[in-house]
């Protein structure tokens, strides 16, 4: 009998998470105190959007991705709503425009100006009035352009179009599931939905704790999970390796996760019970690297696992473990990431006792740092529509437009698009794990009053002509000795 090793190989078996300083983190947000199981939070390459606590009504906080350190108190919001925010989405395809549920029963759509919130924005382009009960759930499609699903506790599951003409839209392009015969049967009430890559199919878990795949345009019930060892919670499609993975718990209240062939939910693939803890398990998946993030709500830790599509189907491979609880998470798209550090993946952690979200960086360590790892970042999914929604709705699917990382490290700030004519993306990477570099101290006495006289130059021109606060980290930060002994040579002398 030949010998075999219990161990895996995996290049991602050194992945670490690196959180952002105070400096580098949003100080003083008010972070929500609702209970719903959502995220609360929404991230891209340009804003962050974080659900905030306030008296009468409900708002959310967008701020640019690079104006991190103490949030102002009185920082303009977005309060539109009446009643308190629930959820809130970007729209993968417009990095300006973002979507909001709420307890109010309607859904809005909001766009955000370049600059950012500049006054309290209460105007918003569309509002969604289709519901009659508070609206719980919100999610774009993937690869067709303005479509928006929404799911509420009225027991309706509806799919909007947010081009049609009109500020107020009364009528959705789908309804996906609704009461019949004035019955309100618990498999309408949706905990979580996930679509597949090209959209064409719909995974929810409802409130019978049971995993149903739907067809989007019709609503038909396509399969049903049978087990009654797992009720689930949430679930995820797992792009690429044709599989569903859902968590929850099981009959000993142990949470759980477990794997399933979308085709025939009779029997899961895999099952795994992890801890006896009570919060529920937030998954998050990357189709690049073939890695699965879970992160409990109330905890402080994060695990990382890596899957395939032979048995046993699941890796683990490390955690992440912090003594802050987190209350929500956000994820930033792969176009965000800083790819000269390594960067395979980031959270935006809501750590609502401290009133703070933390930026925390996954990075695989490599010894050559500032080198196009080619083997990390294969090509993604790009921020264009595949379609129209009109076209999806008349049968087309299509998968997601791809995109490729550049080649060169001196232009990792953009992007190309896959062998199309799409123009470039114009914003930047956004360099949370990077801490600011340091200088040598001077050996010479020349090389210390060239560095008096850059340090006097630097100084005048932030004088003259103030720049944003997302331009100040490109300087280089002289030691504070210097810049003392620069200020003391330029001031005159005193006359007795």
Request: aromatic letters at 8%; a neutral charge.
């Amino acid at each position: 009998m030949s010998w075999r090793s219990s161990f895996r190989c995996s290049k991602f078996r050194h992945v670490f998470g690196k959180p952002s300083t105070k400096e580098h983190s949003y100080d003083g947000v008010p972070i929500t105190r609702s209970v719903h199981d959502n995220h609360y939070c929404s991230a891209n390459p340009c804003f962050i959007a974080v659900v905030t606590e306030c008296a009468g009504g409900g708002s959310f906080l967008v701020l640019p991705i690079h104006h991190t350190g103490r949030v102002d108190p009185q920082h303009p919001r977005v309060c539109g709503h009446s009643g308190r925010v629930l959820d809130v989405k970007w729209n993968p395809f417009d990095d300006h425009c973002i979507a909001s549920c709420s307890e109010d029963c309607t859904v809005k759509i909001w766009d955000i100006p370049v600059c950012g919130v500049q006054q309290n924005l209460t105007k918003a382009r569309k509002t969604l009035i289709g519901h009659s009960r508070r609206v719980g759930l919100i999610e774009w499609h993937p690869t067709a352009e303005n479509l928006l699903l929404s799911s509420a506790y009225d027991y309706k599951v509806l799919l909007w179009d947010v081009s049609q003409m009109g500020a107020v839209l009364r009528y959705p392009v789908r309804v996906v599931l609704m009461p019949v015969y004035n019955r309100y049967p618990s498999d309408t009430l949706l905990l979580s939905v996930s679509f597949n890559s090209d959209g064409s199919r719909l995974a929810v878990t409802s409130k019978d704790r049971r995993v149903r795949v739907l067809d989007p345009r019709t609503g038909k019930i396509l399969q049903v999970s049978s087990s009654k060892s797992h009720r689930a919670s949430k679930v995820l499609y797992i792009g690429g390796l044709k599989m569903l993975l859902s968590t929850g718990s099981s009959p000993w209240n142990h949470r759980q996760i477990v794997l399933w062939d979308p085709d025939d939910l009779s029997e899961p693939l895999y099952e795994e019970d992890l801890d006896g803890s009570a919060g529920v398990l937030f998954p998050f998946y990357d189709p690049d690297t073939h890695m699965l993030y879970l992160a409990g709500k109330g905890d402080g830790n994060i695990r990382y696992y890596e899957l395939s599509a032979e048995k046993p189907y699941i890796s683990f491979l490390t955690e992440y473990r912090s003594l802050l609880p987190q209350k929500g998470l956000g994820v930033m798209p792969k176009r965000g990431l800083d790819v000269s550090a390594c960067e395979i993946f980031r959270f935006y952690r809501l750590i609502a006792i401290k009133d703070l979200v933390e930026p925390l960086s996954m990075i695989v360590p490599r010894k050559e740092s500032g080198i196009f790892q080619e083997d990390l970042f294969p090509v993604t999914a790009g921020n264009q529509a595949a379609m129209t929604a009109q076209e999806w709705l008349s049968g087309i699917n299509r998968g997601q437009l791809d995109a490729k990382y550049p080649r060169e490290v001196s232009d990792l700030s953009g992007w190309q698009p896959d062998e199309t004519q799409i123009p470039l993306w114009t914003y930047c990477c956004t360099p949370h794990c990077c801490e600011p570099a340091e200088r040598p101290p001077p050996t010479t006495e020349s090389e210390v009053s060239s560095r008096r006289e850059s340090c006097v130059c630097a100084e005048r021109k932030l004088l003259v002509s103030p720049l944003p606060a997302n331009k100040l980290c490109f300087y280089i930060s002289a030691p504070a000795s210097i810049l003392q002994t620069a200020r003391r040579d330029q001031r005159p002398e005193r006359t007795t």
